[in-house]
Structure formats: structure tokens, C-alpha cells
């Protein structure tokens, strides 16, 4: 089947320390990758994604690459600002089954001063 | 940047009551809404899928005669939760793809908190 795990939070960092959330994934062929943000009172956001093996998203200073041979899509960021203070979901979508969406549980990111 | 509202952000109803929940594009014209399920420290579960004007599509196991689901019009989809019991407490999510977007571009609302006692 289709699954998405990823690291379990809560995650708390200093401001500007290095942030990496882990994720790995289960799917039958070739399904594109995002990782999606929700701040405080806020509908999720796409962050970023990657539609095939290899690509790298990125967007505001957040990068994961699309690793097929360790079916990984880890979030990377080089120095975390107290406005990343978030949780972010993984997730994937299989375009052979449409519109169908897996996500992970979401790891909460808190970014103290 | 287009937005999704969801009201009520927060519902307390009693067991065997119906509770309707609306999903909103407030800047755009929606053709497909989509309906998730959250339950804590679980991932979100797509339910079912809303098309403007047609049924919806609802996901294996989810029960349509409990979860009715109504896109009337391009800026607007219902939930309705039919005679709610306290397992069907949980967080509700809608998203939002603007017509002629691909699916990956769905904006979601701030979610819908239930609690049925």
C-alpha cells in the first residue's frame, strides 16, 4: 500500500540551528512528493515538492530531495527562524489513483529565540 | 494569496445530532473540494472528494449516508455529519483546487474542530 511516515515530534530548536525532519515513504511506483506547512490558526500550505527521483524543492531556504533508492523526502533547513515555528506534514501523491493524497502525522517544529 | 475559510472553526453538539460544516473559496472559483479527517497524532484522511454539481466520491470505508457532502456552487461544499456519535469526533479539513489547476494545487481551510458528547 501507500504510506507516508515520518519523524515524531514535538521538535524544539535554538533560532538558527539546523533543522532536518525526516521522512520515508511506501509506494508502488512513481509518486511525487510534498512536504506542506501549518502555522498557528492556519489552513496547510504547500512548501514545497518533487515530482520525480532526484529533484530537489525548495522554497524559503527549505530543500528535500527526492531520494528513490532510500524512498526518503527529508526537510532540510540551514538556520531556523522563530516564523518556522510550525508542523509540516509529508505526504505523497500516486497520480494513477487520482486525486488520493497520504500524509504523515506531521512533526511540530518550535523555534525559541 | 487564495484563501479557504471553514465555519465553524469549533462545534460541541450532543449524540444523535446533525452537524453541518462549510468549506469556503474565498478568492477563487473551486471546481473540486476535497474532505479529510484528522484524528490526533494521526495523518489527515482524504474522505471524499467534492465536484461542483455532481456527487461526491467518497473514499473506501467512509459511509456517504453518514457524511453528506454538497458542492453547490463553485465557492462553496458541505459536510454534514448525520447523527453524530462520539467516534465521529475529530478534526475535519476541507481543500480547494481553483478550476483549472492541477490537484496539486489545493488550498486548504484552518479545519473544523468536532466534538460530539
Known amino acids: 500500500g501507500n504510506s507516508v511516515t515520518q519523524m515524531e515530534g514535538p521538535v524544539t530548536l535554538s533560532e538558527e540551528a539546523f533543522l532536518t525532519i525526516n521522512c520515508t515513504y511506501t509506494?508502488?511506483?512513481?509518486?511525487?512528493l510534498f512536504w506542506y506547512v501549518q502555522y498557528p490558526g492556519e489552513g496547510l500550505q504547500l512548501l514545497l515538492k518533487?515530482?520525480?527521483?532526484?529533484d530537489k524543492g525548495s522554497n524559503k531556504g527549505f530543500e528535500a530531495t527526492y531520494r528513490k533508492e532510500t524512498t526518503s523526502f527529508h526537510l532540510e533547513k540551514g538556520s531556523v527562524q522563530v516564523s518556522d515555528s510550525a508542523v509540516y506534514f509529508c505526504?505523497?501523491?500516486?497520480?494513477?489513483?487520482?486525486?488520493?493524497?497520504?500524509f504523515g502525522t506531521g512533526t511540530s517544529l518550535t523555534v525559541i529565540p | 494569496g487564495a484563501v479557504v475559510s471553514q465555519h465553524p472553526s469549533r462545534v460541541i453538539c450532543k449524540s444523535g445530532t446533525s452537524v453541518k460544516i462549510e468549506c469556503r473559496s474565498l478568492?477563487?472559483?473551486?471546481?473540486?473540494m476535497f474532505w479529510y479527517r484528522q484524528f490526533p497524532k494521526q495523518s489527515l484522511m482524504l474522505m471524499a472528494t467534492?465536484?461542483?454539481?455532481?456527487?461526491?466520491?467518497?473514499e473506501q470505508g467512509v459511509e456517504k449516508d453518514k457524511f453528506l457532502i454538497n458542492h453547490a456552487s463553485l465557492t462553496l461544499s458541505t459536510l454534514t455529519v448525520t447523527s453524530a456519535h462520539p467516534e465521529d469526533s475529530s478534526f475535519y479539513i476541507c481543500?480547494?483546487?481553483?478550476?483549472?489547476?492541477?490537484?496539486?494545487?489545493?488550498?486548504f481551510g484552518p479545519g473544523t474542530r468536532l466534538t460530539v458528547l
Open positions: 509506494a508502488t511506483g512513481y509518486p511525487s
Open positions: 467534492s465536484n461542483e454539481g455532481s456527487k461526491a466520491t467518497y
Open positions: 518533487a515530482t520525480k527521483a532526484d
Open positions: 505526504a505523497l501523491r500516486r497520480i494513477l489513483t487520482g486525486n488520493q493524497f497520504y
Open positions: 478568492d477563487f472559483q473551486a471546481t473540486t
Open positions: 481543500s480547494a483546487v481553483p478550476g483549472g489547476s492541477a490537484v496539486n494545487t489545493q488550498y
